[in-house]
């Protein structure tokens, strides 16, 4: 790939300021930046970094304040980080898709493949699968019987996609992901062993969602396990069997979420946190990495700590935990 700033520009609504013409030849952070490469700054904390980057090109907010001796040429966008995402998503797009089908491959009878689909090398597909248009197949992919893929998913090397479920339109399953496995349901018996209870629900998940490698997510007792449009699960997660999540949630790695729960849309989940089953919680929300939820939540809401209080709480919990050692001290003295 070789374009130019002003052709970024162009690309991400930007204003160029320095020479239109400087040539782009690859991307890099900006402290690693070589002549010829593009980065931005989006986090204020990188921006010292502008006076000693050799990046040709930077993607920067329209209220940057350019240090002197810059020599980079300055994309001014809105947001730089969307900005580069869309420049990124740019360049993924020039890059030579698959196609085809490779050999050797398993697809059952009577499964029709569009012409416009890749199906790699030892990918199974089972019978009465339903693949859409411009779906992409990676090598080593299991797609049980009666599954539905939906227009333009990616399904990426090794993911398996058990019986019965239902995946929409543009999602990404990332390698390693199992979707619809057993939920974990077993009834304890008099004896002390455990009788299984037999999973005969599914998966199904909206359009725009995309699932981080190694996640699972388990098929429903009965009914649906379900993941809302837009959302996106980091790696390493679990979803429970009867679990629903709204739109637009960003999970990210280590999430558990227990068998149905219900999650509402929009909210932000840091890394590690854990989500009791039979639980409600409402629509954009914050909840701090490690955090511990119990309980119903509401909407709007900060949360962190276990269990779960609001930021504030939890903040003023903390200060009253580094004195305890003190405290203690005055009241053996006296």
Known sequence: ????????????????????????????????????????????????????????????????????????????????????????????????????????????????????????????????????????????VYVGEGVVIGDDTVLRPGCRIYEGCRIGNRCVIHSGCVIGAD??????????????????????IADDV?????????????????????????NLIQIAHNVELGEGNVFAAQVGVAGSTKIGSHNRVGGQVGFAGHIHVGDANEFGAQSGVPNNVGSGKRLIGYPAVEAGQFARTQVYLKHLGELFEKKSKK
């Open 210 to 234: 995309e699932i981080g490698a190694n996640t699972t997510v388990d098929r429903a007792t009965f009914g649906s396990t379900r993941i809302g449009r837009g959302t996106k699960l980091d």
């Open 1 to 140: 790939m070789e374009i130019t700033a002003g052709f970024v520009a162009s690309l991400v609504n930007g204003a160029v300021e320095g020479d239109a013409n400087t040539r782009i030849k690859g991307f890099a952070k900006i402290e690693e930046a070589k002549s010829g490469d593009i980065s931005f700054i989006a986090n204020p904390k990188y921006a010292h970094f502008a006076a000693s980057t050799n990046a040709s090109v930077l993607l920067v907010s329209k209220d940057f304040e350019a240090p002197e001796g810059l020599s980079s040429t300055l994309v001014r966008v809105e947001d730089p980080y969307v900005a580069l995402a869309d420049l990124l998503n740019a360049y993924q797009s020039m890059k030579p898709r698959p196609s085809g089908i490779e050999q050797p491959v398993y697809i059952a009878e009577g499964v029709e493949i569009p012409q416009n689909c890749y199906v790699g090398a030892f990918a199974y597909i089972g019978k009465g699968a339903k693949i859409g248009n411009n779906v992409l197949i990676y090598p080593q």
């Open 183 to 204: 939920g974990f349901g077993f009834a304890p018996r008099p004896d002390g062993t455990y009788e299984k209870i037999p999973q005969i629900g599914n998966v199904e």
